[in-house]
């Protein structure tokens, strides 16, 4: 049975939803260890999840005309059905984060970066489960895909620290 972090239910899956978006967002976060321990799992079955969908590609062809009326085909990759689901799955359980603008970028530049509509889906299906897939073929090992340091007592409240980290 899941812990109860001593928040309502509602304050707790917020937080884990925070947490695991920023985990798979920077890759590394500094919490409490009971908040890290109940992360791992919330977070090892959003990347199970995706790893299982992410090659689920179909490709369309796409038929458009020009000013000409002369038709030109070309081809698009969708998601498939599987990806899909687990994809919107995956958005229910974390937040949309967004691309930082950098200190000295111009507008216009930030924007063309930053085009992709869900940067943090992408980078989870494009990134992240190919990346673990292959650790998953060759080691033939599913799960583990975060390591949980203790840090020790924080100053102030005595709390148990840790980093919680993609492997």
């Given at each position: 049975m899941p812990g109860k972090l001593g928040r309502t239910t509602k304050q707790r899956l917020a937080i884990l939803r925070n947490q695991a978006s920023?985990?798979?967002?920077?890759?590394?976060?500094?919490?409490?260890?009971?908040?890290?321990?109940?992360?791992?799992?919330y977070v090892e079955k959003l990347i199970t999840k995706a790893i299982n969908t992410y090659?689920?590609?179909?490709?369309?062809?796409?038929?458009?005309?020009?000013?000409?009326?002369k038709e030109i085909k070309t081809t698009a990759y969708k998601d498939g059905?599987?990806?899909?689901a687990a994809r919107r799955a995956i958005m229910a359980k974390t937040y949309d984060l967004q691309e930082i603008k950098g200190f000295n970028e111009?507008?216009?530049?930030?924007?063309?970066?930053?085009e992709i509509q869900h940067p943090l889906m992408e980078k989870l299906f494009n990134e992240i489960a190919p990346k673990?897939?292959?650790?998953?073929?060759?080691?033939?090992?599913?799960?583990?895909?975060?390591?949980?340091?203790l840090l020790g007592q924080r100053r102030g409240d005595a709390a148990e620290t840790a980093i919680i980290e993609l492997v």
């Open positions: 920023q985990l798979l967002w920077y890759g590394k976060i500094e919490t409490t260890a009971a908040r890290a321990k109940e992360l791992q799992s090659d689920d590609v179909v490709e369309v062809e796409i038929v458009a005309k020009d000013k000409k009326g059905v599987k990806k899909l111009k507008k216009s530049e930030y924007k063309k970066r930053t673990y897939a292959q650790r998953k073929e060759e080691l033939g090992q599913g799960g583990g895909y975060t390591r949980v340091y």
